[in-house]
């Protein structure tokens, strides 16, 4: 038995339409695409991950204090003013 009930000799089958419709040619170009696509991918989630481990977490605590552009403010000097 082949893959979920279908077997080699249909595989075999849907191949050689498939050749026969795109062409060896054109198949090719799509593998190579792919894989540089993927090869891509991967290269970026590796990257991406690396940078993620360089940056120390941060720790947000949005009931004490906010984030501004002069730096932390406490939420109740906020108030006061």
């Known amino acids: ?3 979920g009930g279908i077997s080699i000799w249909q595989l075999l089958i849907v191949l050689l339409i498939v050749v026969l419709l795109f062409g060896t040619k054109k198949l090719r170009n799509i593998g ?7 090869k891509s991918f991967r290269k970026s989630m590796k990257d ?5 481990s360089q940056q120390p977490p941060q720790i947000e605590n949005d009931d004490k204090k906010e984030q501004s552009a002069g730096g ?9 003013a």
């Open 72 to 80: 932390e403010v406490n939420v109740a000097q906020k108030d006061k």
């Open 48 to 52: 991406e991950e690396g940078s993620e």
């Open 32 to 38: 190579t695409d792919l894989g540089g696509a993927i």
């Open 1 to 3: 038995m082949g893959f």
